[in-house]
């Protein structure tokens, strides 16, 4: 059912992929301020997130060698992984992304971290940003 409010696009959350938690996790916690949300692991990745505001920075540290952001830190090094939006209408944007010829991962959406529906749409046809859309 959807919701009579409409929330609109806006960042849910950055993947950021690391080596390996410690490396970083005090700079954002300690040094930058932003308070740790436990977050589970997913994807084959352990998850630190971080409150910014209403967004989520989150630490993506490769647990599976054959992990997608094993793969990423391995061909590209650490650093911004994909950014994700929060969408009222998941479906709805999937349409209008393949209507407008964007390469969809996902051509249905599947079940997130905390048994949210997200898509991926591939950075080939992003100007070279993984997007992940996630419904509120
Ligand atoms: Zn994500």
Redesign the pocket.
């Known amino acids: 059912m959807n919701s009579p409010v409409r929330r609109g696009t806006r960042i849910?959350?950055?993947?950021v992929a690391v080596r390996a938690l410690p490396d970083v996790l005090p700079l954002y916690r300690d040094v930058l301020g932003l308070p740790e949300v436990p977050l589970d692991d997913?994807d084959g990745s352990r998850i630190a997130g971080l409150a910014a505001g209403d967004s989520l920075v989150?630490l993506?540290e490769p647990a599976a060698a054959d992990s997608p952001i094993a793969k990423f830190v391995e061909k590209r090094g650490p650093g911004i992984?994909?950014?994700?939006f929060y969408v009222d209408d998941l479906d709805g944007t999937l349409a209008k992304a393949k209507a407008a010829g964007v390469t969809l991962i996902d051509e249905v959406p599947r079940l997130?971290?905390e048994g949210k529906r997200?898509a991926f749409l591939h950075p080939k046809s992003t100007g070279g940003v993984l997007i992940?859309l996630?419904e509120y």
Not at 12 to 15: E, V
């Open positions: 849910a959350h950055l993947g997913a989150e993506l992984h994909h950014i994700c997130g971290a997200i992940e996630c």
